[in-house]
């Protein structure tokens, strides 16, 4: 019977309520913001108390789980206070806005009785499961080069309503650490971890209002030599469906939504994509449920949760060796 807390409750909260509400057994028993507009909101709509400090919230509550729902730069240390208290934590994206905190976090959770996963979500959508599951499975051979693409689209609006995610400060990038980021990791996670980036982030259409980049392109070397090139953007003036398609000896395999397999004996496979209904954007894909409802199917058990602050730093490695080839005078600001 977990007991589960949230803390952070703007956009992406919605999901993890409607996650948790989900969940047999599991009882919301607290909510925490910062914000006393939106704390004093979540706290009535979902009648439970508020909190304004995180560790007030922990002492008093002690809850088995929380969810870090904050702005990126504000990952690390309320994980970091759940996790020294023994606490489980999911945590969304990316790990930290930092290195430094993202390292921190992946200590704190090595030296902790309890788990933490960081919602990469996206894994778990069926046709990404299906792909990465059938690539790692060796039948198609050896995998020779991928791509990726996140061509999306935002608006001034969108970073006006909450400033920390156009500065470096708030959201320790743009783009890719808040966007292309689930792409970038789904690339990495069937490539395996580059052993190389070459990469460049630019900003060319939201200058007006944002410090961070909205624009990238990388090229990617893995360790069995082959390439993976990654191009996204927030200029496009739609939300595109993203691409990850991957060329192996004997089949190319092409994500759209659904994924589509041409294996080189001319046979054609689909595997389609569930369709889902959620309370969060499109954009944001059908599988946060099916993630939070694993997380929490493994509470208890031995080890780290797969998703872990480890797997999850080998993305955030690749985005900000790229802001360092980037902004070279500003190395220390951006990494
Ligand atoms: N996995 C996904 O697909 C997905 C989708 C959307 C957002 N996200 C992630 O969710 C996180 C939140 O994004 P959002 O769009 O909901 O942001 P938001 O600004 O709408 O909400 C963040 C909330 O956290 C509160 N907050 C800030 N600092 C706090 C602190 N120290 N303690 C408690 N509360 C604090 C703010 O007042 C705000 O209400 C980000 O990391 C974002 O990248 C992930």
Known sequence: MPRVAVIGCGDVATVHFEAIAAIEGAELVAVCDTDPGRLAEASVARGVPGYADVAAMLDEVRPDVVHVCTPHNQHADPAIAALERGINVISEKPLASTLADG???????????????????????????????????????????????????????????????????????GLLMNQAIHTLDLLQWMMGEPTSVSGHAATHALGATIDVEDTAELVLTHANGARSVFYATLANSVNAPITVDIVAEKATLHLRGDLAITHSDGREEVVQERRAESGGRDYWGVSHQLYIADFYSQLGQDGPFWINPDEALKTLRIIKDVYAQSYPDRVAEVS
């Open 103 to 173: 390292e921190r976090l992946a200590a704190a959770a090595a030296a902790s009785s309890a788990r933490i996963g960081v919602c990469f979500q996206n894994r778990y959508n069926q046709a990404v499961a299906a792909m990465a599951q059938r690539l790692a499975s060796g039948e198609f051979g050896e995998i020779l080069g991928g791509s990726g693409t996140v061509m999306w689209s935002r608006d001034a609006g969108y970073y006006l309503n909450r400033p920390w995610r156009g500065s470096w400060e708030g959201g320790g990038g």
